[in-house]
Structure formats: C-alpha cells, structure tokens
C-alpha cells in the first residue's frame, strides 16, 4: 500500500465543527513525491464539503517530517500535552503530543439562474 488515510467525524466541540484525520501515513519509497499531499487535498475538499470549519489532527514531537508537512500545508499548531507518552516506553517518553489545525474558509454559493456555483 502506497498510502492511507483514516479520517474520523468528531461532533461539534464548544460550538465548533471539526474534522478529525485519525491517521496519515505514506509508504517510504512514495514519500516526497506528492502522494501526502493528495491524500491531504482530499480529505480537506471532504471536510469543507462536510461543512466543518477546521481539521485537526495530531501527531508525536518526534516526527519532524510530518510537523513540517503540516507547516508546509498550512496547519497551525495550537497545542500539546507533554504528559501523554510519559508512561510509555523508553523510546517515546520524551515526547509531546502536538494538535495541529486547518482552519477551512468558509464555501461561498452563489445562486445564478436556478443553480449554485462554488
């Protein structure tokens, strides 16, 4: 499998619709060839399509290439908790669990002769 991508719907939190990619992952030999960024097209024109206002997803401090690939598709990192890997293993202990959000433009219809345009 080259890619997958496991996208959730989570209920409106204080008000705000929000769509939840439970997991992205690229296989190594189709990384940096534009395979993420499809699968992140897609699951963006789902939500917006959804009407949520924004995606969040997560990820570990320790997986630098995706947090620069959530900067490069322009996420937002609004949050962390230092404290959830604590417990676990030696290899992960150290690391942060990072919320990373994509705040979607709301979708404009315009009614022109009986049909609306995007």
Request: neutral net charge.
């Amino acid at each position: 499998m080259a890619a997958s991508l496991r996208a959730i719907c989570s209920p409106p939190l204080d008000g705000n619709d929000c769509a939840n990619i439970d997991g992205i992952a690229v296989s190594r030999p189709y990384r940096r060839a534009g395979v993420g960024r499809r699968l992140m097209d897609e699951a963006v024109a789902w939500a917006a399509g959804m009407n949520f206002h924004a995606i969040l997803l997560e990820t570990q401090s320790s997986n630098v290439s995706a947090c620069r690939f959530y900067v490069k598709y322009r996420f937002v990192l609004r949050g962390g908790d230092r404290y959830l890997y604590s417990q676990w293993g030696d290899d992960v202990r150290s690391d942060s669990d990072l919320y990373w959000y994509l705040f979607l433009p709301p979708i404009v219809l315009t009614h022109v002769n009986d049909s609306f345009w995007l």
